[in-house]
């Protein structure tokens, strides 16, 4: 009998998740259910091309399916996501890994369904990436991880072209949803007990779906039932001041921030392709506090960026204690083969890059914790995500600054806002009782 079970592996970001969601969605409406790799029909891997690492882990991951695939060969392998819109990487799985059934890219992710028919039905390996993004799909089904909370796609692919990164060439040019289609689906998540929504979008200011993306904030705020609004990932070059008054004057709009600033010295900056200097990502940070004082914020920075001088990275620590963030995801710089940094000149040395990245990681865990810190005695709204990875007698949620919290609690209050003290401030959590 056919074994109609699923489990997927997700690489990579917020946007992969939510793709990996929408492939969950398809599979259930396909009559599958999910189960563990171990005992799955089929195994979908949704990559990612940004992270460190990518390839290798990615091949390694592959490579340990090959015997479960000779032992059982109706056992079906999906390959997707951002590192098969990669020529390279299409053809040398199908040299190396000529037994994968089905390939297909981020461009057509809807054509999932179909590919996986002509799988079974034909035992045919489908191999189908698109080059080109032929616009935006609507109605696509969406298993979510949490009843709760939801991703909704806003923007998709990127036009910003940063030296360094994949993105454009994996997930193409930007395309905007349109305003209405985003309200409905936002409506639709409401009616289906969502509270909070996290606008996506590889540049989010930049939304141009015939409103900008305040306008479109101000949109989503009024559909009742959702009452946190939360957004990612925010290019500081095109964050403008209705964005920071729409944040104002917003209960639902979290006060929280993610503005990447990917390295402090202008020089780097400017190789980057990132069209903003130190002064003025610091200006708009302050703009920002003025108006939205406790807002909390996180950012991504890179070391070792081809070029990069101490005196390069001792801005990237200026910035660090200038701006004092909540969090920061640190990037070891890796080159991306097609992208024009590849090619650059003065590559850094690995133990270089190592020594800054420690360098790095002290000082931004050391603020966190300082910061996470001033939390303690104060009362925060959290909504409860529920039970806590690492102690499953406590409950854990985030507060509307994103804060991760722990806290004792003998029930599931999955879904549910409840008001906790925080009696500790750790480097990447707070600790809190019930009140
Ligand atoms: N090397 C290191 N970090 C990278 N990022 C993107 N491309 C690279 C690269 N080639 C980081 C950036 C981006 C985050 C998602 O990944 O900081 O904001
Ligand atoms: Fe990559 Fe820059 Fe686009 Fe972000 S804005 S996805 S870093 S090219």
Redesign the pocket.
């Known amino acids: 009998m056919e074994n109609k079970t699923y489990h997927i592996t997700t690489f990579g ?1 917020q946007m992969n998740e939510h793709d990996s969601e929408i492939i969950a969605g398809f599979l259930e409406n396909m009559g599958y259910q999910p189960a563990e790799l171990e005992n799955a029909g089929i195994e979908v891997i949704n990559t990612c091309s ?3 690492n990518a390839d290798k882990h990615f091949f390694g991951t592959l490579g340990q399916l090959k015997h479960r695939k000779e032992d059982d060969p109706d056992f079906l392998v999906a390959v997707c996501g951002c590192m098969m819109q990669q020529k390279r990487i299409v053809d040398e799985i199908n040299s190396k890994y000529p037994w994968v059934d089905i390939i297909f890219g981020t461009n057509n992710l809807y054509r999932f369904p179909h590919l996986l028919n002509d799988a079974v039905s034909k035992h045919d390996r489908e191999r189908e990436v698109w080059d080109e993004a032929d616009g935006v799909k609507e109605g696509l089904p969406s298993l979510r991880k949490f009843k709760h909370k939801a991703f909704v796609n806003i923007t998709y692919g990127c036009n910003n072209f ?1 030296t ?4 454009p060439y994996t997930r193409g040019r930007e395309r905007s949803r349109k305003p209405e289609d985003i309200i409905a689906e936002c409506e639709r998540l409401a009616r289906d007990g969502v509270e909070e929504v996290t606008l996506l979008g590889q540049n989010v200011n930049s939304y141009a779906g015939g409103m900008d993306f305040a306008g479109l904030l101000r949109e989503v705020e009024k559909v009742d039932g959702i009452e946190r609004i939360r957004f990612m ?1 925010s290019n500081p070059k095109d964050l403008s001041d209705r964005l920071i008054e729409a944040i104002a004057d917003s209960d639902k709009i979290c006060n929280n921030i993610h503005l ?1 600033f ?1 390295a402090g010295s202008d020089d780097v900056i400017r190789r980057m392709n990132r069209h903003y200097t130190h002064a003025s990502y610091l200006d708009l940070v302050g703009r920002i506090r003025a108006a939205v004082p406790d807002i909390t914020m996180s950012t ?3 070391v ?2 081809p070029g990069e001088t101490e005196e390069d990275f001792q801005r990237t620590l200026d910035m660090v204690e200038e701006v004092r963030y909540d969090s920061a ?1 640190t ?6 083969p097609g ?1 024009p ?2 090619d650059f000149e003065d590559q850094i040395p690995e133990d270089v890059k190592h020594d800054r990245f420690d360098r790095l990681v002290e000082a931004v865990n050391r603020i966190s914790a300082e910061k996470n810190k001033l939390y303690e005695g104060r009362i925060e709204r959290i909504l409860v995500d529920g039970a806590s990875k690492r102690e499953p007698s406590a409950q854990s949620g985030r507060t509307d600054g994103f804060k991760l919290v722990n806290f004792k609690s003998d029930c599931d209050l999955t879904g549910r806002f409840v008001d906790v003290r925080i009696t500790k401030g750790k480097t990447f959590s707070l600790e809190g009782e019930l009140v």
């Open positions: 970001c940004v992270r460190e940063c360094y990164c994949i993105v990932t990447p990917q991504d920075i890179i070792g960026f995801f990037f070891l710089y890796s080159v991306r992208t940094a590849a």
